[in-house]
């Protein structure tokens, strides 16, 4: 029989993929708690029971999805300078078998700018961090003379995750056409 604790987690893991749902569908904006409590079988004081408010099943959201490409990034084991950079496609293909959760990032970015959404923080620190892991990568590259020296490694990371956004976002509408982890290796290749 399961614990009082293996139910609750339970329950939040039920909640946070009716949560991951409807704010990939609707928006954060547009999806009321009540709808996401509805899609999760509990009732609105039920969800805030598990979460609090909208902003913190948000926060909790995030953190989820994000927990482990944490994991793999904090790696010791991980690639790094060229090998990273390639593992970067890698992601891609991942993120094009995921389409709730690539749709999910999409739709939170974007809404994420504007005025006092609760995940603005969240997508800046994100976005500082990935820019400077990924110059960091590139600067190992560049030390094994696999990237140009001359090349600025903050507007190239800041280029590769622009690129790797953009694309995810021609896939969501259009699959078939995009391919995004080939593309990514093309401009990987493209720097090396």
């Known amino acids: 029989m399961a614990t009082n604790?293996?139910?609750?987690?339970?329950?939040?893991r039920e909640i946070l993929a009716a949560a991951s749902a409807m704010f990939a569908t609707k928006g954060f904006r547009?999806?009321?708690?009540?709808?996401?409590?509805?899609?999760?079988?509990?009732?609105?004081?039920?969800?805030?029971h598990?979460?609090?408010?909208?902003?913190?099943?948000?926060?909790e959201l995030l953190a989820h999805r994000d927990a482990s490409e944490i994991a793999e990034v904090n790696d010791p084991e991980r690639p790094h300078g060229t090998a990273f950079l390639e593992h970067l496609a890698d992601t891609a293909d991942r993120n094009s078998e995921r389409r709730g959760l690539t749709q999910l990032y999409v739709v939170l970015s974007a809404d994420g700018?504007?005025?006092?959404?609760?995940?603005?923080?969240?997508?800046?620190?994100?976005?500082?961090?990935?820019r400077s892991m990924i110059a960091d990568e590139i600067r190992l590259a560049q030390a094994a003379g696999d990237v140009a020296g001359d090349k600025n490694p903050q507007e190239l990371a800041t280029l590769i995750i622009a690129v790797m956004d953009g694309l995810q976002i021609q896939w969501l509408y259009n699959p078939e056409a995009v391919d995004m982890?080939?593309?990514v290796r093309k401009l990987i290749g493209a720097l090396t």
């Open 5 to 12: 604790a293996e139910r609750t987690a339970s329950r939040r």
């Open 30 to 48: 547009n999806s009321s708690l009540q709808e996401v409590a509805a899609a999760a079988g509990i009732t609105p004081a039920g969800l805030l």
């Open 50 to 59: 598990h979460f609090g408010s909208k902003d913190q099943l948000l926060t």
């Open 113 to 130: 700018v504007t005025d006092e959404h609760p995940a603005q923080d969240y997508f800046r620190s994100r976005y500082d961090g990935l």
């Open 181 to 183: 982890g080939g593309l």
